[in-house]
């Protein structure tokens, strides 16, 4: 089960939605095998837990993937409509502060096809972020929608950016870290290629 974040629909709650893992029906499972099948009961449990691993239990590891990328705007004001999905493979949740919208928190960093960086901008704040000073990533996969990479505002602090005019193909990549969260190492995504109008 994943948590879903969606810019337009999220309202006032104070938490993210937790992933339910299976280990109190886990535990039930290899308690009546191993009451009813004394003999084989080491190869059984053995059996079990690999797959319980295989369908991404705790791995404490925590990544973060670039999904769907769609440029908007045109190429003299572009900003970037961004899926991100962090995974959060400890058993606890991650407590953050800032996600998106600001340094020190996950950049998208916009590069040409030769890998020189052109820019590095953030995304408007989500609403949940305006709304609270901290936030919580629960274990398991977190997906962010409509995260808006590069969108300027009204009162001019994110001002609108452009590319040369020569580049129609850029690579974007999500860098940066969990602000606040007591996970302090420096995550990156994969690299998606995109088509700029």
Not at 2 to 28: I, Q, S
Not at 129 to 141: C, F, H, R, V
Not at 176 to 194: A, D, Q
Request: net charge positive; proline share 6%; charged share 15%.
């Amino acid at each position: 089960m994943k948590g879903n974040f969606h810019a337009r629909l999220l309202g006032g709650c104070g938490r993210v939605n937790r992933l339910r893992l299976p280990g109190a029906a886990l535990n039930a499972l290899l308690f009546n095998l191993s009451t009813h099948l004394p003999m084989k009961r080491p190869l059984i449990i053995l059996g079990l837990l690999a797959a319980a691993g295989a369908f991404g239990g705790d791995d404490g590891n925590v990544t973060v993937k670039l999904h769907d990328v769609s440029p908007m705007g045109t190429h003299t004001n572009i900003w970037f409509d961004c899926s991100v999905t962090i995974h959060n493979g400890t058993s606890a949740p991650l407590t953050f502060t800032n996600l998106f919208h600001g340094p020190p928190s996950l950049a998208l960093k916009i590069s040409d096809l030769d890998g020189k960086e052109l820019k590095r901008v953030y995304s408007v704040p989500y609403i949940f972020e305006t709304a609270a000073t901290q936030w919580d990533i629960a274990p398991g996969d977190n997906t962010f929608t409509n995260v808006l990479y590069g969108l300027q505002n009204a009162s001019g602090s994110r001002p609108a950016i452009s590319l040369p005019e020569d580049v129609h193909i850029v690579r974007v990549q999500v860098q940066g870290i969990l602000s606040g969260s007591s996970f302090t190492n420096r995550l990156t995504s994969n690299i998606v290629e995109v088509q700029v109008p």
